[in-house]
């Protein structure tokens, strides 16, 4: 859905530098402030930055392309919603220039509960108020299916910030592709699926979420590690079992799975045991156990 590959860009004071990536639909995260780059890499996905070198590829297409562009919304710290017309004029134009049917404007606001900004003229709206109208226009675009979002949690209006996290889950369920630019990693993990560590205009990390999830026993984990052959995934279990902290691990063809009592420190070891084995791993991907597992999960001798 979104590829970017060996991209370059600059836009002083910001510069990206070898940058790949791959996204999906769900919801991302990209870890990082503005000074490292975050706003050019959406601006990028945008269609609205050109890269130096390298390709941005976006659903299928150039990022640049128009028809790629309507079905892609930006929602930056500081957007540009046109002063001369009201909110719900704002929200009927976004829907024709994407080329998609009218809706009651006052319905698409009301999935952040700013409905009743609908006849307010843009130029009155406060900033959060303005962030939080360009982010109902693109959450209820059923044209859009990539969604950008720098800080969400930033200069939002507070009706829309219990509903937020809801909404930019439930596009990411629906099959669009959501990406977050934040610097805190806490909104990152309770909003995402996955997030790349931006620093400097390069990525330097990218793992997934190690949050309990619904009905998982708290602490008790699995930890799934995708190599990229049998021999580096045989090499990862040797070295995995070393690791005192790792209660089980077992060999699922190219796949390695490591067993734990809490997912921080079982992530910890598994990163140490990849960089002592030296192993190129495709995808690390926590699993927590459900409460029996944990109860009848057996010892590191048992299971080793």
Known sequence: ??????????????????????????????????????????????????????????????????DVRTRVSIVPLDPALPEALRVDETMVLAATIRGEPARDPAERLRVLGIE????????????????????????????VRVLLVEEPFVSMDPRALALLGERLRARGADGSAVIV?????????????DQVLLRRGAIVARATSVGPLPGASPGAA?????????????????????????EGVALEGTS??????????????VGKAIVE??????????????????????????SK
């Open 1 to 66: 859905m979104i590829v970017l590959d060996g991209v370059a860009a600059r836009r002083r004071p910001l510069a990206l530098s070898s940058v790949s990536l791959s996204w999906g639909p769900g919801v991302h995260a990209v870890l990082g402030g503005r000074e490292d780059g975050g706003g050019l890499l959406l601006a990028l996905v945008a269609g609205a930055a050109r890269p130096r070198s390298g390709s941005v590829t976006v659903l299928g297409g150039a990022a640049g392309d128009p």
């Open 116 to 143: 009743a900004l609908a006849a307010r003229p843009v130029r009155s709206l406060s900033l959060p108020e303005a962030r939080a109208v360009a982010l109902a226009e693109g959450a209820t675009s059923s044209r």
């Open 181 to 193: 630019l934040t610097a805190s990693s806490r909104d990152a993990g309770e909003l995402t699926d």
């Open 222 to 246: 699995r930890l799934r590690v995708a190599a990229h052959d049998g021999h580096a995934a045989r090499a990862l279990v040797a070295a995995l079992a070393s690791e005192e902290d790792v």
């Open 256 to 269: 390695v799975v490591a067993r734990g009592r809490d997912a921080v420190t079982l992530a910890r070891s």
């Open 277 to 302: 084995a030296s192993v190129d791993v495709a995808e690390m991907r926590c699993e927590p156990l459900r409460d029996h597992e944990a109860r009848d999960a057996p010892g590191p001798e048992a």
